[in-house]
């Protein structure tokens, strides 16, 4: 029964086409209960530079993140929202749970450079030869390249629960303990939404100077609009907002402000998680800073 909650749980998080709904159940049912497979002599080490004696061996719940060397690694990593999740997990479940990073990367000096920028001081593992991803062939979207293992490194959960704000909220049930939930806890009042835009180019412009936009929503249904979160794909870009609830007919801007870290073409993503019957909800801000 338990893992039928899960797989209810985790089908309820994600609004989608149906074929992707499916293949989200058939990649869930393909991983529950599998065991995760770690090489043998590989080092961990702490800011990129001290290496340290790592070992989850005696933990009753890991955190496994895989990440590959396909695309932004800056984008991908999210070490700030990492570290705020870490230390909300360690508070309240305390040593019972590892967090264990594996990280292939394409640019060895510039996973470096931002973990010390971000001052990640959590074991990570450079596992250039990408061992682990051969050991265990992970899916190959990101979104699914974290898991929640359990003292025998099998699967629990899937999925990134930084990526996701509902995830995060099935990891914490499960490490608390509260794995299990009723219908009840499970049903969400929907609503309606509308947007304004769903994509705003910016043109070109100096990387050096921050962009701002704003997207509208406006509730158009008959329920009271909740934003659960907000997630970017790349740290580079912010979104503020009010956090109120929105009565139907009513409206909140969502403010997205862009800062390049070098000049680059760029296509981000914010992915707004509300109780919309189509969320989640996928912005998209495009330009050339130059």
């Not at 749980?9 to 065991?35: A, D, G, P």
């Not at 790592?54 to 009753?60: A, K, V």
């Not at 309240?92 to 001052?119: M, Q």
């Not at 930084?162 to 299990?180: A, D, V």
């Amino acid at each position: 029964m338990k893992h039928f909650y899960l797989l209810l749980i985790l089908f309820c998080f994600f609004s989608c086409k149906e074929n992707k709904k499916n293949n989200i159940i058939q990649l869930i049912q393909e991983w529950k209960n599998k065991e995760i497979l770690f090489p043998n002599h590989l080092v961990f080490t702490v800011l990129g530079e001290d290496t340290v004696n790592f070992s989850f061996s005696n933990t009753q719940y890991r955190v496994l993140s895989y990440m590959d060397s396909i695309g932004c690694t800056s984008c991908k990593l999210q070490l700030s929202q990492w570290k705020n999740f870490i230390s909300e997990v360690d508070s309240l479940t305390g040593p019972k749970t590892a967090f264990v990073f594996y990280f292939s990367p394409k640019n060895v000096d510039e996973l470096h450079y931002i973990i010390r920028r971000e001052a990640f001081k959590y074991p990570v593992c450079f596992d250039m030869n990408d061992s682990l991803n051969k050991l265990n062939h992970f899916p190959a979207d990101i979104d699914f390249q974290t898991f929640l293992l359990d003292k025998n490194n099998e699967v629990i959960a899937i999925g990134n629960p930084i990526r996701n704000p509902k995830i995060k909220e099935l990891y914490m049930k499960i490490l608390l303990g509260r794995e299990t939930v009723s219908k009840n806890e499970i049903t969400i009042l929907e609503t309606e939404v509308s947007l304004n835009n769903t994509s705003l180019p910016l043109g070109n412009f100096s990387w050096e100077k921050e962009q701002k936009v704003v997207f509208t929503m406006k509730n158009t249904g008959n329920n009271t609009l909740v934003i659960d979160a907000v997630a970017t794909s790349c740290g580079c870009t912010k979104v503020e907002y009010d956090k109120e609830p929105v009565r139907p007919g009513g409206s909140v801007d969502l403010h997205v402000s862009y800062k390049a870290e070098h000049p680059e073409h760029f296509n981000k993503t914010i992915t707004v998680y509300c109780n919309a019957k189509v969320s989640p909800l996928l912005l998209k801000i495009m330009g050339n800073a130059e």
